[in-house]
């Protein structure tokens, strides 16, 4: 078999419009946010949603200093990846539950960006090549998300959405989770968005300074050569690609 029947299939890059879903501020930042600058500079669009504000993220600072200085952090490292919106939900961080009303607020969300793909972080219990489990929030952000996308095309599910004036919006073609244990697709960038994204996770200052001794430089740069060398190509990032 030749070496290039093992690659990933390439992410399909005919669109304009991307909206990144994550529950916490950071977890675009260790992988996605190459690809974002990318596509940015393609000249798409591309959005950020919070779910929380990451509140409970740092052990030596209390939530209610943490959580405003985290939204900072995330809005700078949003700027240096050419996002154009950066919207934070306000769920709680460390114990978002699967729901309702988790579903309503991604719909709407979904509805107000109508975007035509949906990016995330994996929400597989672990992750590639890691024997810790993945977080809760991670875990139950993803199927709420999928199941939100669908609503979201849906006008008689949350018919409160459209009394708000948000239309049903099915334009959503699929969602891309980075870092999934089961990738599926692949996009590759240059070493000048691998800077880009190397320094939109320099923009997390205090968060990264509270994991002393961890070189992520090192890390995402391994991480995209690792995954480039999978697909034949310098340097790249794999998605899971789930169609809704
Ligand atoms: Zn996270």
């Not at 399909?12 to 260790?30: G, I, K, S």
């Not at 991604?106 to 972080?121: C, F, N, Q, W, Y």
């Amino acid at each position: 078999m030749a070496a290039q029947d093992t690659h990933l299939k390439p992410f399909d890059e005919d669109w304009t419009r991307a909206l990144a879903v994550v529950a916490h501020p950071d977890d675009l930042e260790f992988g996605a946010t190459s690809a974002i600058a990318k596509w940015t500079r393609q000249g798409k669009e591309v959005s950020e949603l919070l779910v929380t504000k990451g509140e409970a993220g740092i052990e030596t600072v209390p939530p209610s200093e943490a959580g405003p200085l985290r939204v900072e952090e995330q809005r700078a490292a949003a700027r240096i990846v050419g996002a154009k919106r950066v919207q934070f939900l306000d769920f709680p961080d460390g114990t978002l539950e699967y729901g309702l009303g988790l579903r309503r607020a991604l719909a709407r969300a979904i509805r107000d960006h109508r975007p035509e793909v949906v990016i995330s972080i994996n929400y597989r219990e672990y992750f590639p090549g890691a024997d810790f489990y993945n977080h809760a929030d991670h875990r139950v952000l993803g199927p709420a998300l999928l199941d939100a996308v669908r609503d979201a095309a849906n006008t008689w599910v949350f018919p409160e959405l459209g009394e708000e004036g948000l239309k049903a919006w099915k334009g959503v073609r699929s969602v891309a989770f980075s870092s999934s244990p089961e990738p599926t697709h692949f996009t590759s960038f240059g070493q000048d968005e691998l800077n880009t994204g190397i320094a939109s996770l320099d923009a997390h200052e205090v968060y990264m300074g509270a994991l002393e001794g961890f070189d992520h430089k090192s890390m995402l740069r391994t991480a995209a050569e690792e995954a480039g060398a999978r697909n034949g190509v310098e340097l790249a990032v794999e998605f899971e690609v789930v169609g809704v």
